[in-house]
Each structure stands twice: as structure tokens, then as C-alpha cells.
């Protein structure tokens, strides 16, 4: 069984940075794709970033472009988010998500099949 396990959310201050870290057990890393969504209450899950198996192939949204960036160590089973210029839009709990390779990494929410159990971040004006 896959287990996803996000950690290093928080409260910052807009302008401010923070790095989210998911680490993946169960299978080999190395073969799924592996994306950051974001939800806040009463709204959808919205897609943030994703990234291939080698992390490689990446995309964005159009919000988030410029500003975060994802990435993966494989040898060491974990997806990061780095967030930069945070601002009070982006706060949300923020879940990582685990799919067998597929290139590009997919946007939808309903093409993963492993989720962790989220991270908030909270973003101050």
C-alpha cells in the first residue's frame, strides 16, 4: 500500500517562502508521477504543480507559475514544493498526490490515486 506523508506547512507572512515536503512509502518512488493540489473550504480541489517520474517534465498552474517549483528525490522517496512570494490567495491545505507514470504528469485531481492527508498553509497580509 502507497503512503504519502506531507509536512512543512505553516503560517508566513506574505512575501515570505516555505517548503513543502511529501514523503512516499509503500512502492517504488521512482514510478509514479507526482503533483501538489490545494483546496480551502466550500471550493474544489484545484490542481498547483505537477511532475513526471524523473522530474523532468513538469507543469503549473497559471497561478502559482514563476513562483513555486516542484521537485523530487527520487533516492530519497520525496516531492517538494518550494514557494516563493507567497501571498494570502495561496492559503489553503495542500496535498500531495501519487499516479502511475504518465507523461505529461496530469492535471485533474481525478487521475491520481494516492493522497496524503494535507498540510496547511496559511498565508498572512
Known amino acids: 500500500q502507497v503512503q504519502l506523508l506531507e509536512s512543512g506547512g505553516g503560517l508566513v507572512q506574505a512575501g515570505g517562502s516555505l517548503r513543502l515536503s511529501c514523503v512516499v512509502s509503500?512502492?517504488?518512488?521512482?514510478?509514479?508521477?507526482m503533483a501538489w493540489f490545494r483546496q480551502t473550504p466550500g471550493k474544489e480541489r484545484e490542481f498547483v504543480a505537477a511532475?513526471?517520474?524523473?522530474?523532468?517534465?513538469?507543469r503549473y498552474a497559471d497561478s502559482v507559475k514563476g513562483r513555486f517549483t516542484i521537485s523530487r528525490e527520487n533516492a530519497k522517496n520525496t516531492l517538494y514544493l518550494d514557494m516563493n512570494s507567497l501571498k494570502p490567495e495561496d492559503t489553503a491545505v495542500y496535498y500531495c498526490?501519487?499516479?502511475?507514470?504518465?507523461?505529461?504528469?496530469?492535471?485533474?485531481?481525478?487521475?491520481?490515486?494516492?493522497w496524503g492527508q494535507g498540510t496547511q498553509v496559511t498565508v498572512s497580509s
Open positions: 498526490a501519487a499516479t502511475y507514470t504518465l507523461n505529461p504528469p496530469p492535471p485533474g485531481p481525478n487521475d491520481y490515486n494516492y
Open positions: 509503500g512502492r517504488t518512488f521512482s514510478a509514479y508521477a
Open positions: 511532475a513526471n517520474w524523473i522530474g523532468r517534465i513538469t
